[in-house]
C-alpha cells in the first residue's frame, strides 16, 4: 500500500500504547519481584487490505502483540481499535462475535489440529460453533474450503497425522478462512516449513489475499518471507516499534542500526556478489530490567551518550517511514 493510499484511509486496526506486563512471582506465596516487558509500549495502524509485517529476534514481543490484537490476552496498557471499536472494552459475548473478523494461522500446524478430529471436523468446526451451517451445506462448504486451499474431497475423512507439513498448514488456513474473516494474524505460518514449502505457502497466502480482500498481520523472523508478502513493516525490539516502513524502502535504506544488522544477515544468493555483514555483539537484554535511554544501545556499534540518558521516540524521517533513534542512518542532518 501507498502512503498516499495511507492518508486517504481510516486504518482498520489501530493500537496506542499497547503494553503486556508480566509479573515475575517467587516464594510459597508467589510474591511479585519484578516485572517482564514483553510489549511496551506498540502503536500500529493497519489498512485494509495491507500486509503489515512483524519482524525481530525471538524475545521481542511480536507474537505477544498478535495475541492482543486477537483478544486472547489482555493488555497491561493501551487499546487495539478494530473498525472503530476497543477490543479490550468489550464483553465475552461481544468479543466472540468480533473474532469472526479475526482469525490466526498458527506457527505449527500440527500442535494447533486435534488429532483425534478428521478434516471434516476440524475445517467445520468454526462454522458449527458459531451456527453458520449444518448437516449437508455444512459439508459442502467444508469441500470448498479445502478447494481453495488446494486440497480436495478425499481429503475430508483423514486425520492430521496424515499429511505432510505443508498440506497441515492449508487445512489450518481453510479453518481460518471458514468465517469469511477480514483480518488474518499469520504467526510464524511458513518458519516450521521446508523453504519450498515456504514458497507455495506464502504464494498461497497473496492469492487469498487478493480473492478475498483480506488483511494480513504476517509475524516472522525470517526476512525473506516478510518481504516476499508485506507491503509495510514493523521492526521490534525489546517490546516497542524501532522502525517501521513500506518493504522496499526498509530493504534499500534502513534508518535504524538494529534493522541495518538484521538486514546485514541475510544471505546472498549471488556469490559473486557479498553484503557487508554487521554482526551484532552481545545478548537481547533481560525484558525485566531493559537498559536505559535508547533499549538498543548496549548493541548498537553508533551509540552515544545521548542514546545511554535519552529514550528515542518514533519519529517520521522520511515520507512513511519512522524510526526510533537519534542518529538515524543515511538522514542529512544526523551524525554519528
Request: neutral net charge; charged residues 25%; contains cysteine.
Amino acid at each position: 500500500m501507498s502512503t498516499s493510499t495511507a492518508e486517504n484511509q481510516q486504518p482498520l486496526i489501530q493500537v496506542k500504547g499497547l503494553k503486556k506486563h508480566f509479573p515475575i512471582t517467587k516464594g510459597l506465596f508467589n510474591q511479585t519481584v519484578g516485572t517482564v516487558m514483553a510489549v511496551d509500549g506498540v502503536d500500529l495502524e493497519i489498512y485494509e487490505g495491507e500486509t503489515l509485517g512483524i519482524v525481530g529476534e525471538s524475545g521481542c514481543g511480536k507474537s505477544t502483540t498478535g495475541q492482543m490484537l486477537l483478544g486472547l490476552l489482555p493488555p497491561s496498557e493501551g487499546s487495539v481499535s478494530f473498525e472503530g471499536k476497543d477490543l479490550t472494552t468489550l464483553s465475552k459475548e461481544e468479543l466472540r462475535s468480533m473474532r469472526r473478523d479475526l482469525q490466526v494461522i498458527f506457527q505449527d500446524p500440527y500442535s494447533s489440529l486435534n488429532p483425534r478430529m478428521t478434516i471434516e471436523q476440524l475445517v467445520g468446526e468454526p462454522l458449527k460453533i458459531h451456527g453458520l451451517k449444518k448437516g449437508k451445506a455444512l459439508r459442502e462448504e467444508v469441500v470448498r474450503l479445502l478447494r481453495v486451499v488446494g486440497l480436495d474431497e478425499h481429503h475430508l475423512k483423514r486425520h492430521p497425522h496424515e499429511f505432510s507439513g505443508g498440506q497441515r498448514q492449508r487445512i489450518g488456513i481453510a479453518r481460518a478462512l471458514a468465517l469469511n474473516p477480514k483480518v488474518l494474524i499469520c504467526d510464524e505460518p511458513v518458519s516450521a516449513l521446508d523453504v519450498s514449502i515456504q514458497a507455495q505457502i506464502l504464494n498461497l497466502l497473496k492469492k487469498l489475499q487478493r480473492e478475498f480482500n483480506l488483511t494480513y498481520i504476517f509475524i516472522a523472523h525470517g526476512l525473506p518471507a516478510v518481504r516476499h508478502i508485506s507491503d509495510r513493516i514493523a521492526v521490534m525490539y525489546l517490546g516497542k516499534v524501532v522502525e517501521i516502513a513500506d518493504r522496499d524502502s526498509l530493504f534499500e535504506s534502513p534508518t535504524h542500526p538494529y534493522t541495518e544488522a538484521l538486514l546485514s544477515a541475510i544471505p546472498v544468493a549471488d556469490p559473486t556478489k557479498r553484503r557487508i555483514h554487521k554482526p551484532l555483539e552481545g545478548d537481547l537484554p533481560n525484558p525485566s530490567n531493559p537498559p536505559s535511554g535508547c533499549s538498543f544501545h548496549t548493541r548498537c556499534p553508533y551509540a552515544q551518550e545521548r542514546c545511554v540518558q535519552e529514550e528515542p521516540s518514533l519519529v517520521e524521517y522520511k515520507p512513511g517511514h519512522h524510526a526510533a533513534c537519534h542518529y538515524p542512518l543515511g538522514v542529512p542532518g544526523t551524525t554519528i
